[in-house]
């Protein structure tokens, strides 16, 4: 069990997806650059066989971005996208209005 001292050390905010390419050599991961306001942040994400990247352009996310940078298929994402998992099935979680990017989740 975490306490909410814990849960206060997780910096979440909200990303605007600008653009998506697939990752050569992996059938799964998917490369986001995030715009967080006040930088954008490249995001590998494995939701390749469940999303089309044309459709994820212009989204907002939630995006953990205190993670120390991963080395994944050759490249670094920095954070990680949130979103629920369904039956095995990512759903990304977004809101219903459009706020600014790098909005922090508290």
Known sequence: M???????????????IKSVERVEDSEKLLKLDVD?????????????????????IGKQVPILVNLE?????????????LA??????PVLLSPSEKIPAGSAIR
């Open 84 to 89: 629920v998992d369904v039956g095995g099935t």
């Open 36 to 56: 967080l306001g006040s930088e954008t942040r490249q995001i590998l994400v494995g939701i390749q066989e469940f999303y089309e990247p044309k459709d994820l």
């Open 2 to 16: 975490i306490t909410h001292k814990d849960f206060k050390k997780l910096e979440i905010k909200i990303g605007t």
């Open 69 to 81: 940078p991963k080395k994944m298929a050759g490249q670094i994402s920095e954070g990680m996208m």
